[in-house]
Every structure is written in C-alpha cells, then in structure tokens.
C-alpha cells in the first residue's frame, strides 16, 4: 500500500464517526419497497418519489424513510420539506409507521447518483458519485484518485451503494 494512504486512511475512519462532516446537496436512489422499485431524487431540499402516493400527496413512506437515514447529513429544510402539497393526515399514520420500517431497512436503497459538500478539518469539499465513479475536489483525490473524505463517505452510506461504488479501488475496504 502507498505509505502516504495509511494517514489518509485512518482520517477516513474518523471522518466516517462524524456524518455532520457531510451535507448533500443532491441525491438519485433506487428504493426497493415492499411491492415495487422508485426512483427517489433530491435537488435543492426539493424531494420526488417516483411512487403513486407522493403523486397524490407530494409525501411518501419512501422519502420519510430516507429522510430518517440521512438525517444528519441533510440540510434543515430537506430534513422536514414534506413535499409539494400539506400531507393529508389521515394518510400520514399508516405512512410514518411503513417510513420507519424502512429505515430499519437501508439495503432497500441503492444511491446511484451524489452530489455532497464534505466539512474536512482544513476545508469543505464537493463530492459526487455517478454510478460506481467517485470525484473529490481535494488534492489527495487529484494525484491518488482517492481520499480520506471518499473513504469515509463509502463508510457512511456503505449498505446503500452499489458493490462498486461501496470498495472504489480497493483502497477503501481498509477503512
């Protein structure tokens, strides 16, 4: 192993025990439910599931769910924004119940596509993630190809992502 990776590593693995480090900023997942797949996006604190019920109610158990799981690395309005019309409270029950079912369930979603700012210890950092190709804006990724802030995310979301996008180059198994 590259000696300059050892450091980078053990960075990750603090990082990764420190999820408010992270803020996405946009988000692409397939979310298998109980009966069918969506397609869950998230683009400027605005959510959109691809399910009958955020059709009709602009909510869904689906994003609740997400909402749940990410709740600390998301920002304040994406954390509470309830869709593009108020829930309709009868509805809501049923659906908070199956959103923290869910919850409890992250391989039911698989993140295919990231946008995130990571808050290092010297800077913050735009992340991304298209299929299994990470990018970093740091300068470790930009001669490495990989890096403690990569590294920690895989860690953070590691049973949502694809089996590549979970390992990058193999590098990140050691964190």
């Known amino acids: 192993m590259h ?5 980078k590593i053990e960075k ?4 990764a025990q420190e999820p408010h480090r ?13 009966h069918d797949a969506y397609r869950i996006t998230l683009r400027q604190d605005d959510w959109s599931c691809s399910c009958h019920t955020f059709a009709v109610f602009g909510m869904c158990a689906h994003i609740m769910a997400v909402q749940r799981l990410l709740d600390v690395m998301l920002t304040a309005e994406a954390r509470t924004a309830h869709g593009r019309e108020p829930f309709v409270q009868s509805a809501l029950i049923g659906k908070i119940e199956k959103a923290r079912r869910y919850a409890q369930q992250p391989e039911r979603i698989r993140v295919e596509a990231l946008d995130l700012t990571f808050h290092g210890e010297h800077d ?41 996008a979970r390992t990058g180059t193999g590098l990140a198994q050691a964190v």
Do not use: K
């Open 12 to 15: 990750a693995r603090r990082y």
């Open 22 to 34: 992270v803020r996405i900023n946009g988000l692409d997942l397939a979310f298998q439910g109980e």
């Open 124 to 164: 913050a950092y735009a992340l991304t993630l298209q299929g299994q190709g990470w990018q970093c804006s740091c300068h470790t990724f930009a001669s490495v190809g990989l890096c403690a802030h990569v590294m920690a995310v895989q860690r953070l979301l590691e049973p949502m992502l694809t089996a590549e």
């Open 3 to 7: 000696s300059s990776l050892i450091g």
